[in-house]
Nanobody, 122 residues
Framework: QVQLVESGGGLVQAGGSLRLSCAAS??????MGWFRQAPGKEREFVAA????????YYADSVKGRFTISRENAKNTVYLQMNSLKPEDTAVYYC?????????????????WGQGTQVTVSS
């Protein structure tokens, strides 16, 4: 089992930037992903990255604004979020999956962090 801890959330004005971090410990997984859940909405896929960082995939809503990356030496995955919009407001979760692919469904991920709140004011 892998333990995941997110950090870096906060309050930012529209157009601003934040960088989320996800520190992993325990059993090594392969692919990592970021999801988000806004109040009253389903948890949705944001971005995914393979184990070596060679491949990434993004939801259309964040493509060109968000960048997922990882530092395996630090067991950490990042989500750089630029040009933030009020509709990006949500709790952001990182998740680990036991395959070296880029899944976009919640069921493909076996471990989840506790989430970090991101609030974008207009």
């Amino acid at each position: 089992q892998v333990q995941l801890v997110e950090s870096g959330g906060g309050l930012v004005q529209a157009g601003g930037s934040l960088r989320l971090s996800c520190a992993a410990s325990g059993r090594t997984f392969y692919g990592m992903g970021w999801f988000r859940q806004a109040p009253g909405k389903e948890r949705e896929f944001v971005a995914a990255i393979t184990r070596n960082g060679g491949s990434t995939y993004y939801a259309d809503s964040v493509k060109g604004r968000f960048t997922i990356s990882r530092e395996n030496a630090k067991n950490t995955v990042y989500l750089q979020m630029n040009s933030l919009k009020p509709e990006d407001t949500a709790v952001y979760y990182c998740a680990a999956n036991p395959t070296d692919t880029l899944p976009r469904t919640r069921g493909s991920y076996g471990s989840w962090g506790q989430g970090t709140q991101v609030t974008v004011s207009s």
